[in-house]
């Protein structure tokens, strides 16, 4: 047996309405295109589908409990087909990020409760850790993205520099208190305090 979902269609909007007129309109085809579909429907499950009483068509008892199925399938595949277009819209999902862990409590908050205002079907999953474990996690792709500050032209990765602000915190009376803006020179034979020797950053 090969049914077709228009035949569904078709069967469920006669029942609920009563009426092949009714059906036809709120389908947006003709009334022959629904008959032609509940004659093929009821020939292909071989039994009838509708009694006329009082110029009205009332389903059959088998009809009747078909109904509620028919009804219960089109109402899946309507909420099937609104996931589908919001999972391809960007409105759904779950997204797994790793991020290093400075970020994880300074940045990412505000990034991601501006980025989940407006998506309420997405999820996020923020994993801080060190940044060779989310280079690992991002080439064996059980991460979506990273944040990290290892720079890396492995083939496997796509990496897309961010720029930010940064800022240094000095004593009282160094004399780069006096430049508006310091730069990586600037600090060349100055101590610095950092947490990691290793990184991109120092």
């Known amino acids: 047996m090969s ?5 569904l269609e078709a069967f469920y909007a006669v029942g609920q309405l009563g009426s092949m007129t009714l059906a036809a309109k ?14 093929s429907y009821s020939e292909s499950i071989e039994f009838k589908l509708f009694n006329r009483q009082n110029g009205k068509l009332v389903p059959t008892q088998d009809a009747r409990f078909l109904l509620r199925e028919v009804g219960r399938l089109l109402d899946s595949l309507e909420h099937i087909d ?12 779950h997204l797994k990020i790793a991020c290093l862990p400075g970020f994880s409590t300074s940045h990412m908050p505000r990034v991601l409760s501006e980025f989940l205002i407006n998506r309420p079907n997405v999820t996020v999953n923020l994993e801080p850790d060190g940044a060779n ?17 290892v720079f890396s ?3 496997a990765v796509e990496c897309q520099r961010i720029p930010m602000k940064t800022v240094c915190i000095i004593s009282e ?3 780069l208190g006096k430049k508006k803006f310091i730069t990586p020179e600037d600090l060349v034979n100055e101590p610095i305090i950092h947490s990691r020797r290793d990184s991109a950053f120092y």
Do not use: M
Not at 136 to 147: A, F, K, M
């Open 173 to 175: 009376g160094n004399t």
């Open 26 to 39: 709120k389908l947006n085809i003709s009334q022959p295109a629904v008959s032609r579909l509940l004659a």
């Open 153 to 155: 032209d492995h083939p």
């Open 133 to 149: 474990r989310i280079f690992e996690w991002i080439i064996s792709e059980q991460y979506d993205c990273g944040i990290t500050d």
């Open 82 to 93: 609104e996931i589908t277009h919001s999972l391809t819209s960007g409105n759904a999902g």
């Open 3 to 7: 049914v077709k979902l228009r035949q």
